[in-house]
């Protein structure tokens, strides 16, 4: 009885990963609204798309991409107008390529990236999404190869949703967040290539970096008007022996 029990767990286990399929190596286009409902059934079975995605700007909701595990190449939202949320991309948790959320004029909220755990290529770009107050969403992604860039988010207040994220491999860019009142979020911080944060009005704290963090380049910190204290471990540790050039300009006195 127990072989029995056994033998049909390893044969749900080998179906499931046989029906796990790949599909779309030269990348998915999606323009309109009807392209994303129809995706399961353009594509049965599929799991992980090879090559790009693009989600275009009539596209007002993602739910018929709701099988998607993994993606092979890049993910780019951009220009959409109706698109409120990333609802759909619920399961997806590694995307290979470099991902920009730009210029959503709707979008409110991350919080279907709750499995996304690592982004491997060149960069992140969350960037011009006016309606995002937080990064609530991210809270499983732990490894950003690339480049963070982090800029012009006017209602983005804290970086609440990045508690996970300890790597960074190149650059943290964080500029022109009108609303940003500290850095809420990056505790869980611990090495990053570069560390840019510039031009964010109301920016009062930087004490979320005050632990342990290894930046292996250039560390500015400039024109961020209501910032008057730097004096976190972080930055003091850097100081010591600073492996590239440093800037601190213009912060509050």
């Given at each position: 009885?127990?072989?029995?029990?056994?033998?049909?767990?390893?044969?749900?286990?080998?179906?499931?990963?046989?029906?796990?399929?790949?599909?779309?190596?030269?990348?998915?286009?999606?323009?309109?609204?009807?392209?994303?409902?129809?995706?399961?059934?353009?594509?049965?079975?599929?799991?992980?798309?090879?090559?790009?995605?693009?989600?275009?700007?009539?596209?007002?909701?993602?739910?018929?991409?709701?099988?998607?595990?993994?993606?092979?190449?890049?993910?780019?939202?951009?220009?959409?107008?109706?698109?409120?949320?990333?609802?759909?991309?619920?399961?997806?948790?590694?995307?290979?390529?470099?991902?920009?959320i730009q210029n959503?004029?709707?979008?409110?909220?991350?919080?279907?990236?709750?499995?996304?755990?690592?982004?491997?290529?060149?960069?992140?770009?969350?960037?011009?999404?006016?309606?995002?107050?937080?990064?609530?969403?991210?809270?499983?992604?732990?490894?950003?190869?690339?480049?963070?860039?982090?800029?012009?988010?006017?209602?983005?207040?804290?970086?609440?949703?990045?508690?996970?994220?300890s790597f960074i491999?190149?650059?943290l860019n964080i500029?022109?967040?009108?609303?940003?009142?500290?850095?809420?979020?990056?505790?869980?911080?611990?090495?990053?290539?570069?560390?840019?944060?510039?031009?964010?009005?109301?920016?009062?704290?930087?004490?979320?970096?005050?632990?342990?963090?290894?930046?292996?380049?250039?560390?500015?910190?400039?024109?961020?008007?209501?910032?008057?204290?730097?004096?976190?471990?972080?930055?003091?540790?850097?100081?010591?022996?600073?492996?590239?050039?440093?800037?601190?300009?213009?912060?509050?006195?």
């Amino acid at each position: 009885m127990k072989n029995s029990i056994l033998l049909y767990a390893i044969f749900c286990i080998l179906n499931i990963e046989l029906n796990a399929q790949s599909c779309l190596a030269g990348g998915a286009y999606l323009n309109t609204q009807e392209q994303v409902n129809n995706f399961s059934a353009d594509n049965p079975g599929c799991q992980v798309i090879e090559g790009n995605v693009y989600i275009g700007t009539n596209i007002q909701n993602l739910q018929g991409l709701s099988a998607i595990r993994e993606i092979q190449g890049d993910l780019f939202i951009s220009q959409t107008s109706q698109l409120t949320s990333l609802a759909g991309l619920e399961q997806l948790e590694v995307i290979h390529g470099a991902v920009r959320i730009q210029n959503n004029s709707a979008l409110i909220s991350l919080e279907a990236l709750s499995e996304l755990t690592a982004i491997k290529g060149d960069y992140f770009y969350i960037s011009d999404n006016p309606l995002l107050q937080n990064l609530e969403g991210l809270n499983s992604l732990d490894t950003v190869a690339g480049i963070f860039h982090i800029n012009d988010l006017a209602g983005l207040k804290h970086l609440t949703g990045l508690e996970s994220v300890s790597f960074i491999g190149d650059r943290l860019n964080i500029f022109r967040c009108d609303s940003l009142l500290s850095l809420n979020g990056l505790q869980g911080l611990r090495e990053v290539g570069a560390l840019d944060i510039t031009d964010n009005p109301v920016l009062t704290s930087v004490q979320s970096l005050d632990h342990p963090l290894q930046i292996n380049a250039s560390l500015v910190v400039t024109d961020n008007p209501e910032l008057s204290e730097c004096n976190i471990e972080a930055f003091c540790e850097y100081l010591i022996d600073p492996p590239s050039f440093v800037v601190f300009r213009d912060n509050g006195k």
